[in-house]
């Protein structure tokens, strides 16, 4: 967790909280020490300078992917969290499958597709799951909950 996160809405969940950075890759692999599972769902949705996006999706995700080296034997399976955006907008009428070429149109799913990609460079090392999930919603979200139901 970043240091300034809370813990309010895990109070009745059982966590060893471990503060991390996706710029410091020691902290990353402190995290990332004989774990079996990790869920990668770290990233930025907006920012003033398309560079930004690539600092956080794309070389956080490469820097956290290293880091999954910590767990060594151990680990079973990363799950890393991407977006619809790193495959870019459906060119025909139907549902965008494994098959069809990428074409993010966007600063943000261009650099959540090179974090993919920075990612899939360890398929060798240890077990990948990537997940391109549409617009996240929740009761915590306020961006998509204002933009749904101002």
């Known amino acids: 967790m970043r240091k300034t996160s809370s813990n309010a809405n895990l ?3 059982k966590f060893t909280r471990v503060d991390g950075d996706l710029n410091d890759l020691e902290s990353l692999k402190r995290a990332a020490q004989g774990m079996n599972y990790i869920y990668h769902l770290a990233g930025i949705t907006s920012a003033t300078d398309g560079e930004i996006f690539y600092e956080h ?3 956080g995700t ?17 799950v890393h969290v991407s977006s619809l ?21 966007s ?13 899939l460079k360890f398929k060798d090392r240890y077990p990948i799951v990537i997940v391109r ?11 998509v909950f204002m933009m749904i139901h101002p």
């Open 11 to 13: 109070s009745e969940r």
């Open 85 to 105: 955006a790193a495959g870019g907008p459906v060119t025909t009428g139907e549902p965008r499958n494994e098959t069809q070429a990428d074409s993010p149109t």
């Open 133 to 143: 999930p549409p617009m996240v919603y929740g009761p915590r979200d306020k961006n």
């Open 57 to 59: 999706n794309t070389r």
């Open 62 to 78: 490469a820097r956290m992917a290293e880091a999954a080296l910590s767990s060594g034997d151990s680990l079973h399976r990363f």
């Open 107 to 119: 600063q943000y799913g261009k650099s959540k597709l090179a974090g993919e990609k920075e990612l």
